[in-house]
C-alpha cells in the first residue's frame, strides 16, 4: 500500500506547487542574478487555505538552493527577539568557518575558540538593522530573504510587526541584497500598511492569491498521483478538478480521499473520486471556510447572507435591498469582499462568491431564497463548474 502525496492541511507544502509561474520564475531571477527591482518587499494576501504560507517555502527553499541567507518566522509577538536571539545566531553556525571568523571581526557577535557558538556582544545595542549589514558584509551581499507569514493586526502584534519593518526599512535603504516578503490575510495586511513610518510597504508589490486555473489545478492532481506511483483515469481527472474548484486546500484534501479509496489499486477511477467529493467538501467547509467565515465583519457577513439565496449570480440592487441599506453602501461592503477575496464582479451590477462552497456555508448559517448567469474570464472555470450538491 502507497502512501498517499496529497497534502491537505495548513502550512503542509504541496508536492507539486501549481501556478503562479510568473512569480516563482521572477523570484528565480531575483535570486540567481540579484535583479532585485519591484520585488524588493511582496505582500501576499488570500484567505485560509489559499497557499500562502506554501509559497513562502517555496520561496525560501529557491532562495536557498541560490545561496541566500533566508530568516523565516510568524508575526506576533516577540517577533524581533525571536529572530535577534535565536533564528540569527542559529544562521549564523551554519556558515562556513572563514565567514564565521569574519564575523567576528565585525564585533556584534562573539563565537568560541573553533567558531562554533555565537553570543552577542553586550556592549553593543543590538539592533536588526545592524545584524542584517553584518550578515551581508560576512557573505559578500550575497542576499537576505525575509520571511513573515500570519501577519495579524492586533495591536501588539502590530507594534512588534512595525518596529520590525522599519528595522528591515533602514537595511533596504543602505542598499542591501535584501528580500522581504510578508503574508497573510488581506484585511490584517491592511492594518499594517496603515501604520505610520511604513512607507516602504505601502510601495510593495501585491500579490493576492485565489484560486488555482483549471489548467494548473489539472496539473497539480495529475503530477501528484503519478509521483505518487499510480495512474489517474481522465473521467477521475474531470471529476476531481470540478470538486476542487482551484482551491488548493481543498484540491490536496480531495486528492487525498480519492487515493485513500482505495489505496491499492493500481490508479484512481472515477468512482474514488466520486466517493471523495462529500468527504472532501465537508472537511473543507469545517477547516477553511467556517474560518475564513470567521474573520470577516459582522457588516460583511451581513452581505455573504443577502447573497446566499441566489443561487447564481447575485443583483448588486436585491442584495442592497435584502440588506435594508442604500446601494452606495453596499457598494464599500462589495468592494472590501472583492479586495479580500471572497466576492467576484460577474458582470455590470452583478456578484458571486470567488470562493467554492461558501454559499452553501452561508446556507447553512442563516436560511433564506433566486437571480441569473454569465461571469467574466475567470481562468477557465468556466468549463468546470461546481457540482450540485
Ligand atoms: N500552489 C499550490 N499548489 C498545490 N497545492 C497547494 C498550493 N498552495 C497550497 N497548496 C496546498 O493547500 C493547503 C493550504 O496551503 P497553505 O500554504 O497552508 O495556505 P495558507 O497559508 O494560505 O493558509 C496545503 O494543503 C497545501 O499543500
Ligand atoms: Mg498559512
Known amino acids: 500500500m502507497s502512501n498517499s502525496p496529497f497534502r491537505p492541511g495548513y502550512s503542509r507544502m504541496p508536492l507539486v506547487f501549481g501556478g503562479h509561474e510568473r512569480t516563482v520564475r521572477e523570484f528565480e531571477n531575483v535570486f540567481q542574478n540579484f535583479d532585485i527591482g519591484e520585488n524588493q518587499s ?4 488570500g484567505l485560509r487555505g489559499a497557499g500562502k504560507t506554501s509559497m513562502l517555502g517555496t520561496l525560501g527553499d529557491l532562495a536557498a538552493a541560490h545561496g541566500w541567507t533566508v530568516i523565516r518566522e510568524d508575526a506576533g509577538t516577540g517577533l524581533l527577539s525571536r529572530v535577534m ?12 568557518r572563514d565567514t564565521r571568523m569574519r564575523l567576528t571581526r ?12 555565537v553570543e552577542r556582544k553586550r556592549e553593543v545595542t543590538p539592533l536588526l538593522r545592524d545584524d542584517l549589514a553584518a550578515i551581508a558584509q560576512a557573505t559578500d551581499d550575497r542576499g537576505i530573504l525575509v520571511l513573515v507569514d500570519e501577519v495579524s493586526s492586533r495591536k501588539s502584534a502590530l507594534d512588534e510587526l512595525s518596529r520590525f519593518a522599519l528595522e528591515l526599512s533602514h537595511a533596504i535603504a543602505e542598499g542591501l541584497n535584501i528580500v522581504v ?8 495586511l491592511d492594518e499594517l500598511l496603515a501604520q505610520p513610518h511604513l512607507t516602504f510597504l505601502r510601495r510593495s508589490r501585491q500579490l493576492i492569491f485565489r484560486r488555482l486555473s483549471a489548467e494548473a489545478t489539472r496539473r497539480v492532481i495529475r503530477e501528484t498521483t ?5 495512474k489517474l483515469a481522465l473521467d477521475a481527472e474531470e471529476h476531481l478538478i470540478t470538486t476542487s474548484q482551484g482551491y488548493p486546500y481543498l484540491v490536496q484534501l480531495v486528492g487525498d480521499y480519492a487515493w485513500r479509496n482505495n489505496p491499492d489499486a493500481d490508479g484512481i477511477t472515477l468512482e474514488d473520486a466520486e466517493s471523495a467529493r462529500e468527504k472532501a467538501i465537508s472537511e473543507v467547509e469545517e477547516r477553511v471556510i467556517s474560518r475564513v467565515y470567521r474573520d470577516l465583519s459582522e457588516k460583511d457577513r451581513e452581505f455573504l447572507q443577502a447573497m446566499s439565496p441566489d443561487d447564481g449570480v447575485s443583483k448588486m440592487g436585491s442584495i442592497a435591498d435584502r440588506m435594508g441599506v442604500s446601494p452606495q453602501y453596499a457598494n464599500i461592503y462589495k468592494q472590501r469582499l472583492i479586495d479580500s477575496g471572497y466576492v467576484q464582479m460577474a ?12 454559499r ?9 431564497t433566486s ?3 454569465r461571469e467574466p474570464d475567470n481562468g477557465g472555470w468556466d468549463e468546470f463548474p461546481p457540482p450540485k450538491r
Open 226 to 230: 503519478e509521483a505518487g506511483g499510480r
Open 181 to 188: 516578503v510578508f503574508a497573510g490575510v488581506k484585511i490584517e
Open 42 to 45: 511582496v505582500l501576499v494576501s
Open 347 to 358: 458582470g455590470r451590477g452583478f456578484v458571486d462568491f470567488s470562493l467554492p462552497y461558501l
Open 371 to 373: 437571480a441569473s448567469p
Open 360 to 368: 452553501e456555508y452561508v446556507r447553512t448559517v442563516v436560511s433564506t
Open 106 to 117: 565585525l564585533g556584534i557577535w562573539e563565537f568560541t575558540a573553533d567558531f562554533d557558538y
Open 85 to 96: 536571539d535565536s533564528r540569527i545566531p542559529q544562521i549564523l553556525g551554519t556558515f562556513d
